[in-house]
Structure formats: structure tokens, C-alpha cells
Nanobody
Framework: QVQLAESGGGLVQAGGSLRLSCAASGRAFSNYAMGWFRQAPGKERELVAVISPTGGTYEPDSRFTVSRDNAKNMVYLQMNRLRPEDTAVYYC???????????????WGQGTQVTVSS
């Protein structure tokens, strides 16, 4: 069974950048789609980006870029030009198919807090 662990969150000023990382343990990581989601206080969890096993991406917000290194069992989220409204807990998730919907993801990390100050 795969386990996921996010890192790289923190406090950043508006306009700054952060790079989140997600480390996956276990084998067969490269066979799975990986998603980044976020949840702000009082709001539902929402999709940030998705990457397929072979590196195809879906990034609704051009400020955010997802990438993966299958050799290292890592997935990354580069976040640029951050805004206070990006403040949330960010989660990585693993699933059998590329999907915008969190119900398609079967394994989740614990999340990492990102706080953007104005």
C-alpha cells in the first residue's frame, strides 16, 4: 500500500512562490495518477492540479505547475504569484485514473499548510 507525505508548506507573502513536495512510499507509484487538492477553512476541498503516470498535466490555474519524478517517487507543485486566497491545507492524492474528482483518489497524504499573507 502506498503512503503519501507532503512537505514544503509554510508562510509566504503575497506574490511569492512555494514548491510543495509529495513523497510516496511503496512500489508501483509510477502507475498512478497524482492529484493536488486544497481545502481552505470553511470551504470544500478543491482540485489544484493533476498529473498522469506519464506526465500529462491538468492545471486549471496557470500559476500552479505540477510535475513528477517517477524514479524518486515524488510529485511536486510549484506555486507562483501566490495570493492570500491561496491559503489552505494542500493535499496530494493518488488514484488509478486521471480525474478532477476527489472520490477517484484512493490514497491521501496528511496535508501541508500554506499561508499567504497580504
Amino acid at each position: 500500500q502506498v503512503q503519501l507525505a507532503e512537505s514544503g508548506g509554510g508562510l509566504v507573502q503575497a506574490g511569492g512562490s512555494l514548491r510543495l513536495s509529495c513523497a510516496a512510499s511503496g512500489r508501483a507509484f509510477s502507475n498512478y495518477a497524482m492529484g493536488w487538492f486544497r481545502q481552505a477553512p470553511g470551504k470544500e476541498r478543491e482540485l489544484v492540479a493533476v498529473i498522469s503516470p506519464t506526465g500529462g498535466t491538468y492545471e486549471p490555474d496557470s500559476r500552479f505547475t505540477v510535475s513528477r519524478d517517477n524514479a524518486k517517487n515524488m510529485v511536486y507543485l510549484q506555486m507562483n504569484r501566490l495570493r492570500p486566497e491561496d491559503t489552505a491545507v494542500y493535499y496530494c492524492a493518488l488514484g488509478p485514473v486521471v480525474s478532477r474528482y476527489e472520490r477517484q483518489y484512493t490514497c491521501w497524504g496528511q496535508g501541508t499548510q500554506v499561508t499567504v499573507s497580504s
